[in-house]
């Protein structure tokens, strides 16, 4: 999944390397959309993980196998707060911007969900500025039992000198923390923000007047003893 790639990150492939028909991640997500109850992400009912709401298509994400490399860390900035509230949903009353739901997967190196993993978010608002008193577009949550997650947001404004982001932090119980970054495709800031990584680059539609965006973590947990 994660690693240096200057293809079109919404393409089935990575590192170059064609995607596999069959891998432990799409049968994860068969599984879970085969179950007698849908599998619900954010209040809504995905009865196939290729299409949205509406039936448009999703933009593939990147597949999951053993030789992918972990999800690249990034600096954690000067604007991060501990003891954020858990939450999956950062939206509030009057809140501007365009609505963003970010979903997606924890897995380890063996390509097995991790279920109750912390992911704490926080990001710029649609003006670009940080909320540093307070609480506002912060938040922490848990996968779920199929280590799956999935974040109601904004879609984050301009802070000066930076490309479209969303901060994140990444930890498997009891294991050591990721610190990284989410990006947008097609951003022109992209190509001027040093700090950017086409690896952490989201798969982003639009959804009427809101976007969907999608990222699956790849851990350097290694799972193959518990096999």
Not at 95 to 101: D, E, S
Not at 128 to 137: E, P
Not at 182 to 192: A, D, I, K, T
Request: aromatic share 8%.
């Amino acid at each position: 999944m994660e690693g240096e790639n200057t293809q079109d990150p919404t393409q089935a492939s990575t590192n170059g390397r064609p995607s596999r028909g069959v891998t432990r991640k799409t049968l994860l997500k068969a599984a879970i959309a085969a179950a007698p109850l849908p599998f619900v992400l954010g209040g809504v009912s995905w009865a196939r993980d290729d299409t949205t709401p509406s039936g448009q298509p999703l933009a593939p994400t990147p597949y999951c196998d053993d030789n992918d490399d972990p999800t690249p860390p990034q600096m954690e900035g000067p604007y991060f707060k501990p003891r954020s509230p858990q939450r999956t949903s950062l939206l509030e009353s009057g809140m501007q911007g365009t609505r963003l739901t970010l979903t997606g997967y924890v897995f380890g190196l063996a390509c097995r969900p991790i279920a109750n993993a912390l992911l704490d978010f926080w990001q710029a608002d649609v003006r670009g500025a940080y909320d540093n008193r307070g609480y506002r577009l912060r938040g922490h949550q848990y996968t779920n039992a199929q280590g799956a997650f999935t974040l109601s947001t904004i879609v984050p404004g301009l802070y000066p000198g930076r490309t479209r982001h969303i901060h994140v932090k990444v930890q498997a119980p009891n294991r050591p923390i990721l610190t990284t970054q989410l990006y947008f495709p097609g951003e022109p800031g992209n190509n001027n923000d040093p700090i950017f990584h086409p690896a952490l680059v989201m798969a982003v539609t639009n959804v009427g007047g809101a976007k969907q965006a999608k990222f699956d973590f790849l851990l350097n947990v290694n799972q193959r003893a518990d096999r």
